[in-house]
C-alpha cells in the first residue's frame, strides 16, 4: 500500500471521529458562553426573562426549549 492510500485511509477511518470531537467542543463552548453570560445576570435581570439562578444548568443544557414550557422558534 503506498504512502498516499494510507493516508487517505487513515482520514476516512480518524477524520469522522475527530469532527465528532470538535462537534463536541464547539457545543459546549457555546454551553459554557452562555451559563457564564446567565450567571453575570442580577437576580433581578434573571427574573425578567423568567427564570432563576437555580434553573441556568437547565435552561443551559435544553437551549432549544423555552424554560416556561413553551417551545422557542430559533
Not at 458562553?33 to 443544557?61: F, M, N, P, W
Request: net charge positive; glycine share 8%.
Amino acid at each position: 500500500m503506498s504512502t498516499i492510500s494510507q493516508t487517505t485511509v487513515l482520514q476516512r477511518r480518524h477524520g469522522g471521529a475527530f469532527r465528532n470531537f470538535w462537534a463536541a467542543f464547539q457545543e459546549w463552548r457555546k454551553w459554557e458562553r452562555l451559563r457564564h453570560d446567565l450567571c453575570s445576570l442580577s437576580d433581578q435581570e434573571l427574573k425578567d426573562i423568567g427564570i432563576t439562578y437555580g434553573e441556568i444548568d437547565y435552561v443551559v443544557a435544553n437551549r432549544e426549549t423555552d424554560p416556561r414550557g413553551i417551545r422557542s422558534t430559533g
